[in-house]
């Protein structure tokens, strides 16, 4: 009890050497430093040299463990299945190619805002890794096709032509729609303008973007109590979903589908012709069975599936490859949501790659559009992923100290990294596994920490107010963070963190910043996804003596419910940490005011977020206050 | 006393080897084997109420140090030991009443007696309980009638022994009634689910959403109770990992035909939301009015607080354990087996790794407890009504003498 005592009064921010912890954007010794690297790192073509600069001044990379180490065990831990290793000389070519095309303006934002490498010695170790780790091997962009300069010049007539009698169309219904979004996006219009690509930004945003802005404002997900359009969504259906029988009232408006059944029928057509890209319909299979279950997983996979269905997609004649592409596309993720509804990371992903097709100029040949989709996603999957994971590490290791007792929630990649990581630091802290049935995912966590000599205590939800007095710091991962702050992760995290609130145990929820969202939910019933709810019946396998549901869930008083996510009020969680820094949840409103341009940069809004006196007038307002209320982690 | 040695003796053992688990199991034996404690009581010429009551504590020191965790045999020992001397003050009240007191009830009581030796006993009991106590809600308005009924009945007892002076009648007296009244105590505790489950439709409307974790008997029959009123109901039963005493529950509701839905424990917070109230069961109630309760109840518990939701304690008398709780989650707890969570199979490998010092990398942790503090608590309903936490202490006062908190058998004293 005593070193626990002695480590919370520390956390008061009384000691000097964790008063440095926290925003770690402002703790910069050096604020002109900040600003430069702030400046340069945001989207300069050239920025695989100032990556580090553009993070924090903890991401000092540690001194004894190699840089590869990290990366290495960042894509171990991550690319179980399918690692996509985006090559650096790879990133590089497209950037190159696509920049010295001689296209008009509007695709320089487009491009540019891609084109931040990460370090070059993580993309060095990433060219380490064996190949064979790949089952979709990535195929060398194919040097774009030469025409000759008059032909190149008639198509683009053509196609500008037809462009604008879209927009003409489409200009008229969306101008209100326009307008609201410039008042929703204040932020966005105050960044520094000076960086061409940025300032390039302006004169596209009079372009069309309409379409993508449109649907800002998601389409209402489909309910399932709604008979009329069940009954359609079920014609159109490839999947052979059977109802659940015993039905929970409650969740009506969900899908409760009868599980076991489809896996083998899907299997068995596997080799008919389908409109479904093989690959994609592997992933289905991969997502339904469950053999892909961790949200960055599954959004890799499903994201490859995407990036070889590009390639081998061919414009039918008489089509463009914008509007075909994109129905294609949107068939193949209504494939994989008859499979299994979409994680909320998976639905950005699809955002992201829609709007990149959208966005393809009419000017690009069709391989030429192909190889800079296909370079889209992997630098997404790099980006947004491998690196967001890394960079969020790096953050993440600063509250971990000596003697801590840290507490994660099933099993979360991050997580897993961040312990890795701190271990290899050689910190001396301790790490205790809640688990949950049916899924028991801590089970394999606790065995890949015991192997790596992290001593772990593992314990089930139940259990957890018998260990939350010991526990210094609870990490946990997420699977999105909504824009009330409210965190949707896997069920029983709500639990977790009301404990641990409830013992003054401060809560960081570590998630990549494409998984955040700008939906609002309140309660985790509205949205959610149902489980096989016979998994609880046969809950403990190999204990016979326990099946006590067995021979009674037929009868029409029982139903079992195996709810996968819940939502946690943003009050219990202390930290947000994402690849863009530390944030406490009240501040996910600012992210998710730029939600719209998740796929330029987060990084400048944040910045002068950080750098307005505004700001640090509340910062400093919030300090008194989370000092005065709970135990908090104090920024300097 | 040596018949009862061997009994004491093989109790013990059954509470070390946890081969009687559960409160009510644990009371009802504890209770079963003092009586025959004080039955095979040898009772000495004098002070024969403070030898009995040496020799309980002596077996209920026994009892305790052989599972601390059943809190049930000490509240059942210092049941014992208040009873005692609430039957040795009666009767020396009524040696001195008798004195002054005509014999003309003599034959009635006699016939009252031969017909219903316990219900006599009852009324002489809850009169030296009031004797004993200040006045409480319980009694507030039945003390008229029981003293006069008491004085009459107990007259007359003071009339056969009293008059005589008789020391080893009176002793017998005492031995007597102390067994009898042990008697009733069994009897509560018997009839504890049905005095508990009379009360639920009081408490349960129509269409109620209820919400439990793991299984307790109370609860059980408290919404049998309240679904034979024809009261319709909706229960979700938290499954209460890892010994899925849910699932059981849940199995014993859908065959008395309540709408019955199972969540896992993890969803609790996500349904709790939807819930219009919380009842669970107990392992025992505390003076200050926590709660120790099945794990994962603090959970429950917290999650019940957040969304406003009431948090109903249904606990029987017997639960009601005089001591106040310091950290309740360490001391008053009970690790299980880890096989419960992990295969020993499975794991075995991770058994072989080790730090230099030589502790074990991989702890696992399955407690048997959960403390949940009295804020939490909206309601408690015992077999003698609803009370709010804040009014345990002064139940319990009811039930035990403040200086029988410790049992522990006192050196000065001469034993049997």
């Known amino acids: 009890m005593d070193p626990r005592r002695s480590t919370r009064a520390s956390t008061g921010g009384v000691e000097p050497r964790f008063r440095q912890v926290g925003f770690v954007t402002i703790t910069n010794p050096n604020p002109t430093a900040a600003a430069a690297s702030s400046s340069s790192s945001s989207s300069s073509p050239q920025g695989s040299d100032v990556y580090p600069g553009s993070l924090s001044p903890v991401m000092i990379p540690p001194p004894r463990i190699p840089d590869h180490h990290l990366a290495d065990d960042a894509a171990d831990s991550l690319l179980p299945s399918s690692p996509p290793p985006p090559s650096s000389s790879r990133g590089l070519d497209a950037a190159a190619s696509d920049l010295d095309g001689d296209y008009d303006d509007d695709d320089d934002d487009v491009d540019v805002s891609w084109a931040r490498h990460p370090p070059a010695a993580l993309l060095e170790s990433k060219e380490d890794l064996p190949d064979t780790q790949n089952q979709c091997t990535p195929v060398p962009v194919q040097q774009k096709q030469k025409l000759s300069k008059a032909e190149r010049w008639a198509i683009q007539e053509a196609q500008r032509l037809s462009r604008k009698l879209i927009d003409t169309g489409s200009t008229a219904s969306s101008a209100m729609s326009k307008q609201s979004k410039t008042v929703k996006t204040p932020l966005s219009k105050h960044l520094p303008q000076t960086m061409p690509p940025v300032a390039s930004d302006k004169k596209t945003s009079e372009r069309p973007p309409d379409r993508d802005k449109k649907k800002d404002v998601p389409p209402p997900r489909i309910q399932f109590d709604d008979a009329h359009r069940v009954e359609k969504a079920k014609k159109r259906s490839l999947v052979n979903q059977a109802e659940a029988q015993n039905r929970v009232e409650l969740f009506r408006h969900l899908p409760q589908y009868a599980h076991g059944n489809q896996l083998p029928d899907l299997e068995s057509k596997n080799f008919h012709l389908y409109p479904v890209h093989p690959s994609v319909y592997k992933v289905g299979l991969q997502y339904l069975s469950g053999v892909i279950s961790s949200s960055n997983v599954c959004c890799m996979a499903m994201l490859l599936a995407f990036r070889e269905a590009i390639k081998d997609y061919s414009t039918p004649s008489a089509k463009t490859l914008n509007r075909d592409l994109t129905s294609k596309i949107s068939g193949y993720v209504s494939f994989l949501i008859e499979c299994r509804p979409l994680s909320i990371s998976m639905g950005n992903a699809i955002r992201f790659l829609k709007n990149r097709i959208a966005k393809i100029p009419l000017a690009l040949s069709e391989s030429e559009a192909k190889a800079s989709l296909q370079s889209d996603i992997d630098r997404f999957i790099n980006e947004k992923i491998i690196v967001a994971d890394q960079v969020i590490v790096s953050h993440a290791i600063t509250k971990v100290r000596d003697d801590d007792v840290l507490l994660t929630y099933a099993s979360s990649s991050v997580v897993e990294m961040i312990f890795d990581h701190a271990h290899e630091l050689g910190k001396k802290f301790h790490v205790v596994v809640v688990d949950s049935c049916p899924n028991n995912e801590g089970q394999e966590l606790v065995h890949r920490l015991v192997a790596k000599g992290i001593s772990c205590t593992y314990t089930h939800i139940n259990a957890i107010s018998y260990f939350m007095h010991e526990v210094t710091r609870v990490f946990m991962g997420a699977s999105s963070i909504l824009s009330n702050g409210a965190v949707y992760s896997r069920v029983g995290t709500a639990v977790v963190a009301m404990v641990a609130h409830a013992f003054g145990v401060p809560v960081l929820v570590c998630c990549e910043a494409y998984k955040f969202h700008e939906r609002v939910q309140l309660d985790s019933i509205c949205s959610n996804e149902l489980g096989d709810p016979d998994v609880i019946s046969r809950v403990p396998p190999e204990r016979e003596d326990l099946g006590h549901l067995k021979n009674c869930t037929y009868n029409e008083n029982l139903q079992l419910l195996n709810l996968k996510y819940d939502t946690t009020p943003s009050d219990y969680v202390s930290m947000i940490i994402t690849d863009y820094g530390m944030v406490r949840c009240s501040l996910t409103i600012y992210f998710s005011i730029n939600s719209s341009c998740l796929y330029t940069n987060y990084i400048l809004p944040m910045l002068s977020l950080f750098l307005s006196p505004a700001f640090f007038f509340l910062k400093n307002l919030n300090i008194i206050l989370s000092m005065l209320t709970k135990l908090q982690i104090v920024r300097a | ?416």
Request: proline fraction near 4%.
């Open chain 2, 1 to 416: 006393m040596p018949d009862v040695q061997p009994l004491v003796r093989e109790f013990v053992l059954k509470l070390k080897r946890r081969k009687v688990e559960g409160s009510h199991a644990v009371a009802r034996q504890t209770a079963e084997l003092l009586r025959s404690v004080v039955s095979q009581h040898r009772m000495g010429s004098t002070n024969q109420a403070a030898a009995l009551a040496d020799a309980i504590r002596g077996v209920g020191e026994q009892l305790i140090a052989a599972n601390p965790i059943e809190l049930a045999v000490g509240n059942i020992v210092r049941r014992v030991l208040h009873i005692i001397k609430e039957e040795d003050i009666s009767s020396t009240a009524v040696g001195i009443e008798g004195l002054s007191v005509t014999a003309e009830s003599d034959d009635e009581y006699d016939s009252e007696n031969d017909d219903h030796p316990t219900l006599s006993a009852a009324v002489l009991a809850a009169h030296a309980r009031n004797a004993l106590r200040a006045p409480s809600l319980q009694t507030l308005l039945e003390d008229i009638p029981v003293s006069t009924a008491l004085s009459r009945s107990a007259s007359s007892a003071g009339d056969s022994d009293g008059k005589s002076g008789d020391k080893s009648s009176k002793s017998r007296k005492l031995k007597h009634d102390v067994i009898a009244a042990i008697g009733d105590l069994i009897d509560e505790i018997d009839t504890c689910y049905d005095q508990i489950s009379e009360q639920a439709v009081e408490h349960i409307h129509q269409n109620e959403v209820i919400l439990t974790l793991g299984r307790s008997r109370t609860v059980k029959e408290f919404l049998y109770a309240a679904k034979e009123k024809k009261r319709s109901f909706r229960v979700f039963v938290a499954e209460g990992a890892p010994r899925y005493q849910g699932h059981v529950l849940a199995k014993e509701l859908v065959e008395k035909g309540v709408q019955t839905t199972v969540i896992t424990d993890s969803a609790v917070f996500a349904m709790i939301s939807r819930v219009n109230m919380v009842i669970v069961g107990a392992h025992a109630i505390m003076a200050n009015g926590g709660v120790i309760a099945p794990v994962g109840m603090n959970m429950v518990a917290l999650a019940a607080q957040r969304h406003a939701v009431p948090f109903v304690v249904v606990a029987g008398s017997h639960k009601l354990c005089p001591l106040y709780p310091h950290n309740p989650e360490v001391l008053l707890n009970e690790l299980k087996s880890p096989s419960d969570l992990l295969d020993f199979g499975e794991f075995s490998n991770c058994m072989n790794f080790s730090t230099q010092d030589g502790t074990p990398l991989l702890n696992v942790v399955n407690p048997t407890f959960d403390y949940v503090p009295p804020k939490l608590v909206s309601l408690f309903i015992t077999d003698t009504g609803g009370h709010s936490p804040s009014y345990m202490y002064r139940l319990i006062a009811e039930y035990y003498s403040a200086d029988d908190l410790v049992v522990k058998r006192r050196s000065t004293s001469t034993s049997s």
